[in-house]
């Protein structure tokens, strides 16, 4: 542990009780053993142990299947790394809760078995009259489409992004601060909400409003 390395061993638990955010208690950390990731513990945080020479950390697995494949890899592992995550994670937890929820991981096919030869699916809400709408007149104002009480002028980058995103079911938006990819993301989200309310009054839904948990065809990253 090289934050000890320079404390005398008699002041250890002095060092350790004013910097207790070495190998901070309940923090999450990652083990890895031979170059591969083992497993995510947490820390338990014993300064009785820590202080010792060499440091002893208590380690905390979750689910019997990972506490077993950590404790096999550890026997024949011959270099084995510990490092502490500074993350808060539990701001990640509604996230984390919904994907536990999933009986199906959404765009298996278009994040992990991508290859250079795929194609990317389109969306099965697919509004080809709104993509040859725009194609035909890029210049056009879109707020009658958005309903938006301001106009909507969309630049050539902005006009490909949002058929881009239209046509496909995963679209990359990306270049140097300041060109609004996040406004339109934002955009492309609410066109999307837009369609699907004029798919429920096409089809005879119109009382029926979308909910916002509703699943969305359109993913952007």
Known sequence: MRQLVHVKTRDRKAYLLE???????????????????????????????????????????????????????????????????????????????????????????????WSAESSINQPVSLSTSLIENIEANPDQDLRVILKTPQSIQLDDSQTRSLLSGLRQRVSLIQGPPGISQACRCIFLDELTITLQELESLLSGHSSRKPSSNSPKELYLL
Not at 19 to 27: E, L, T, V, Y
Not at 73 to 87: E, G, N, P
């Open 19 to 113: 910097n207790r955010n070495i190998f901070k208690h309940q923090s999450l950390a990652c083990l890895i053993l031979d170059s591969e990731l083992a497993a995510f513990p947490t820390i338990h945080r014993d300064i009785d142990l820590l202080e010792k020479v060499p440091p002893v950390v208590t380690l905390q697995f979750v689910g019997e299947m990972s506490t077993s494949k950590a404790l096999l890899k550890l026997k024949t592992a011959r270099v084995i790394r510990l490092v502490q995550i500074d993350t808060a994670v539990f701001s990640y937890e509604p996230i984390l809760r919904r994907l536990q929820e999933l009986n199906q991981l959404p765009l298996i096919d278009e994040l992990l078995f």
